[in-house]
């Protein structure tokens, strides 16, 4: 039984890869749906019929709430607000993999690989959940915070990671320190939300793309440490295919990532002082400028 | 003696057979390893499914993609029904809901935005 399931999650990863094909196209995208969405059901159908679980109440009552949920949010989307809410949901995916790697760390003793996959699924995870909320909240014009200038954006973001990387090494060499993961995750989600506060408003697809793939590596990560590969290759699938469409994107917008990434927009006035333009550390901050045009 | 010769050559190339079946193998990849493979096989595949796609489809496939990023749902069945806390199993429950979410939201939201591309045309 086993092996049956594996088998049928590589099956369905096959199907996952020709409906992301599909999906990027005009003509097949229909089909491309249908096809996820096939795969999915079938991965998940016969992993319910195969397990050995101790108890089922928890999946029941959480995918009850989850297509409630999942039919009330397409409900409230409108077509012309389609982008918040595919953010909205990555957070909650994001959600889910933030629960499931960092349970799934605490729980047995991993090898070294294994708590590597932890900490990047945990990182990726928690900077995807924060990010993803803070991007819906900015895209529904929710008061969530001024955007200050570059400056502090760098000190609060750059120490913010700075304090992951560091508890993450550390973990790494530690794998039994289980406070410090959950400490970090929390740090992680502080960065998120700062990180994309500082983002323009006009940059957020291109953000959405970028934690669309944070979400995708994320469940990849989460693969490693539980050793299945209809997550890991799935994972990697939504991962890559965000990146490269990340910068494809941003060659569409003809924005550049960095200036993404660091506030630096497109919608400033262009300040023109003797002539020339100043360079973007002499910008103003962002909240002079009120230009918020989606 | 050519008898002889002949004899000789059929016992060596038996021999050389025997060391093939005595084990003049690899040894088998480490779990790990094989997992690592996976994963960057995967990045290119991956990394390949978007190279013809237009500007108009990005939202769609963006949309697209974060359903299948609800693969997490597995491991979050997994946590909710398989754990032996019942606290973890809860944890697991609302996991297990928010990736469902995840699923059934977006396929009918990529399914939106789908609908949308053909209205442009």
């Keep these: ?294 | 003696m050519r008898v002889f010769h002949t004899l000789t050559v059929l016992a060596n190339v038996e021999k050389g057979l025997a060391d093939t079946e005595a084990g003049a193998t690899f040894s088998a990849p480490s779990m790990s390893m094989a997992l690592l493979t996976i994963f960057v096989l995967a990045l290119y595949v991956g990394a390949g499914t978007v190279a013809k796609i237009q500007p108009k489809m990005f939202t769609t496939f963006v949309s697209g993609s974060n359903v299948i990023s609800g693969i997490t749902l597995l491991g979050a069945i997994v946590l909710a029904g398989r754990s032996d806390y019942v606290l973890v199993r809860m944890l697991g429950g609302i996991a297990v809901a928010l990736a469902t979410m995840n699923v059934v939201g977006g396929l009918l939201i990529t399914h939106q935005a789908l609908e949308n591309t053909k209205e442009e045309t």
């Design chain 1, 1 to 294: 039984m086993i092996e049956l399931v594996e088998l049928i999650q590589l099956i369905g990863c096959v199907m996952f890869i020709a409906a992301m094909r599909w999906l990027s196209t005009p003509q097949f995208a229909n089909r491309g749906n249908l096809c996820s969405a096939g795969a999915l059901l079938l991965i998940v159908g016969v992993l319910l019929c195969s397990g050995n679980f101790k108890d089922v109440t928890w999946i029941v009552l959480g995918m009850l709430g989850g297509i409630a949920g999942g039919f009330w949010i397409a409900q409230q989307t409108q077509s012309t607000a389609i982008q918040q809410h595919v953010v909205l949901l990555n957070g909650f995916g994001a959600g889910a993999s933030l629960l499931v790697a960092g349970l799934g760390f605490g729980s047995s003793p991993r090898n070294t690989i294994e708590v590597v996959a932890a900490v990047i699924a945990g990182l990726l995870s928690a900077v995807g959940l924060s990010g993803s909320l803070t991007a819906f909240a900015k895209l529904e014009k929710m008061p969530i915070g001024r955007n200050p200038k570059f400056s502090v954006q760098h000190r609060i973001t750059g120490s913010l990671l700075a304090v992951c990387l560091v508890a993450s090494l550390w973990i790494i060499l530690h794998p039994q320190d289980v406070l410090l993961y959950w400490v970090m995750v929390l740090v992680a989600l502080v960065l998120g939300y700062f990180q994309l506060v500082f983002i323009a408003r006009k940059d957020m697809p291109i953000a959405i793309s970028v934690l669309n793939a944070f979400s995708g590596f994320a469940a990849s990560a989460t693969g490693i440490l539980l050793s299945n590969t209809g997550l890991i290759v799935a994972g990697a699938l939504v991962g890559a295919s965000g990146f490269v469409l990340t910068g494809v994107i941003c060659k569409a917008l003809n924005r550049a990532i960095r200036d993404v990434l660091f506030g630096v927009g497109s919608d400033h006035i262009l300040v023109i002082a003797n002539g020339e333009d100043l360079p973007s550390q002499d910008l103003p901050p962002l909240d002079v400028l009120p230009l918020d045009s989606l």
